[in-house]
């Protein structure tokens, strides 16, 4: 069993924003994977589905991200999955990534993502896979600049941009679910 969490702000303004790129992607790989649509949970919408044969549970924390780690716990607690850290494939964005680019990394720091240090602190350890979706652009802005841009809706043309990159994203993960160190060559050669 395979836990794949998208990280995202939850409420209708902040879909489809850049700093919701985890749950964007969650959302697509719900529609590649599954007829059937999230179930409500008290902190999260979750789905289990199965690709090939492996059962994969996949997860939006119904917290705002900087609280996406407590969710997450509770979540796992309510549904009684005992998956082990390297069982766990985290989804967000990453401004030192250029958009339509992305990389598997396994048991790094949280590189300054409050919801990905919510999600270390929470489980107590850095040992789960990242996907880091870029959205970072060559000027970084910065300070309440900096808020404003992740914030802000995709353009069509970066939607566009996600949209194309999906493809290698979802191939990937179907890799990653029975051999995540193949799964990071595909991933992390890809634009």
């Known amino acids: 069993m395979k836990i794949i969490v998208g990280l995202g702000n939850t409420g209708e303004k902040y879909l489809k924003t850049r700093h919701n790129t985890g749950q964007f992607y969650l959302f697509k790989l719900r529609d590649a994977w599954s007829d059937k ?3 409500e949970g008290k902190n999260a919408l979750w789905l289990e589905a199965k690709v ?26 309510a549904l009684k999955l005992k998956a082990k850290p390297s069982d766990i494939l985290i989804i967000h964005d ?10 598997l990394a396994f048991a790094r720091s949280s590189a300054g993502h409050n919801g990905v240090e919510s999600i270390i602190k929470n489980l107590k350890t850095n040992k ?5 979706v870029g959205i970072g652009i060559k000027k ?3 300070g309440k600049k900096l808020i404003d841009f ?17 493809k ?10 029975t051999h995540p160190d193949k799964a ?3 991933i992390n050669s890809s634009k």
Do not use: C, Q
């Open 150 to 166: 992740i914030l802000k809706k995709l353009t069509p043309a970066e939607e566009r941009i996600l949209n194309k990159n999906f």
């Open 184 to 186: 990071m060559s595909i």
């Open 128 to 132: 789960f896979w990242r996907l880091r």
């Open 37 to 39: 649509d999230f179930s």
């Open 168 to 177: 290698k994203i979802a191939e990937g993960l179907e890799i990653w679910l």
């Open 52 to 77: 090939d044969k492996n059962k994969v549970y996949l997860i939006f924390p119904a917290e705002m991200m900087n609280n996406s780690g407590a969710s997450l716990k509770k979540t796992l607690t």
């Open 140 to 142: 970084k802005p910065d």
């Open 94 to 103: 990453d401004l030192d990534i250029e958009l339509g680019r992305s990389k």
